[in-house]
């Protein structure tokens, strides 16, 4: 019994043709097309990936300064 992938829905629901296509194992025609999606959508995963990092030094820095206005209250109370 053959497993279904849920992206193999997916396909078949945005093109049942082109799921067919791919099941018998017939190239897509347009595959300079397909590329440059690829290529897009690896571009987008490193502009995201870079936003986390950006997001996560932020909060850190965010909290090295509050640690040290804390120290720097605390040390001019005492």
Do not use: D, P
Request: net charge positive; hydrophobic share 50%.
């Amino acid at each position: 019994m053959k497993t279904i992938r849920a992206s193999e829905i997916g396909s078949y629901l945005f093109c049942a043709r082109a799921w067919w296509y791919a099941q018998k194992g017939v190239a897509s025609s347009n595959q300079a097309e397909m590329n440059t999606g690829t290529e897009l959508h690896r571009q987008h995963g490193r502009r995201v990936l870079a936003a986390g990092l950006t997001r996560t030094l932020a909060v850190i820095l965010l909290l090295v300064a509050l640690a040290l206005l804390v120290a720097f209250c605390t040390a001019r109370l005492v």
